[in-house]
């Protein structure tokens, strides 16, 4: 009786573990399946012409320079600046980048600097370069230069997707020559799944996360053999993907490629 009672109480832990992945894989294919409608083709017309899901086919960093290039312009004209031509309240711009120019302009006689351009002279010309890029939110720095003026100030400016073109969602003033410290482009946290067709395809792993406050988004992931996995236990060692438990939430980490996350380091969160 009593071996009947340890094997029961075992069965029913079991139980409840399983429970808990069927539980977890039913919320993450709902997820999936929510974003499938979204871009399937046989959607309905208000979700396949829900801006929001849209990629921009534009180049975040030539939105930005264009930006950039005209603002400068009008800050090196003798007969208007970026205010006057409007540019402060551009459509490109986001209501938090409008309203954050707007105090600059009327806080103009006390700062040191161009609140776009990040500098406190006005460069000859300005270039830009990819810090983050993803289909839904972009980082790029713009840099200005000017004969005989060298600076380590910049302006960071994030993007985000909206309508399916960028928007330019915030200007930061940063201080130093190379890029913000960013250990891994790829940073999410989300959850493990494998071989759920038609989405994705049976052979890769992929994680599911949620941006922006979107959900359903998914990345591809690829390993090598400097990915390293951490288990619960804290225990880490090279990745081995035959071994993952699908679903399973985890934080990924790692670099981006136009393929999909390339993965670095993989902590495994445990079931939900």
Not at 204 to 213: D, K, L, P, R
Not at 216 to 225: I, R, T
């Amino acid at each position: 009786m009593a071996m009947c009672g340890i094997f029961s109480d075992i069965e029913i832990r079991n139980n409840m573990n399983n429970q808990k992945y069927i539980i977890g894989g039913l919320l993450v294919l709902a997820v999936l399946a929510g974003a499938w409608f979204m871009f399937s083709p046989s959607a309905t017309n208000e979700a396949s012409e829900d801006a929001s899901s849209k990629a921009p086919v534009d180049d975040a960093v030539d939105v930005t320079i264009g930006f950039y290039k005209s603002w400068l312009a009008s800050v090196q004209d003798p007969e208007t600046d970026p205010y006057a031509a409007g540019l402060g309240t551009d459509d490109l711009l986001s209501d938090t980048v409008r309203t954050y120019i707007v105090d600059a302009q009327r806080n103009g006689a006390v700062l040191e600097r161009d609140p776009v351009l990040c500098l406190a002279f006005v460069p000859e010309k300005v270039r830009a370069k990819s810090i983050f890029s993803s289909d839904t939110s972009a980082e790029v720095q713009v840099l200005g230069r000017g004969e005989g003026e060298k600076t380590p100030e910049y302006a960071l400016v994030g993007l985000t997707a909206v309508d399916g073109n960028w928007q330019i969602s915030n200007i930061t003033c940063v201080s130093g020559e190379s890029a913000p410290e960013r250990e891994f482009a790829f940073d999410q946290e989300g959850f493990l799944l494998k071989g759920a067709p038609p989405l994705l395809d049976p052979e890769f792993w992929y994680v599911v996360f949620e941006e922006n406050g979107q959900d359903g988004h998914v990345a591809p992931l690829s390993f090598s053999a400097a990915s390293v996995c951490i288990g619960l236990d804290g225990a880490e060692a090279t990745c081995d993907p035959s071994q993952f438990v699908n679903p399973s939430k985890v934080h990924v980490q790692g670099g981006m490629t136009e393929a999909g996350a390339v993965v670095q380091r993989i902590q495994m969160l445990g079931a939900e």
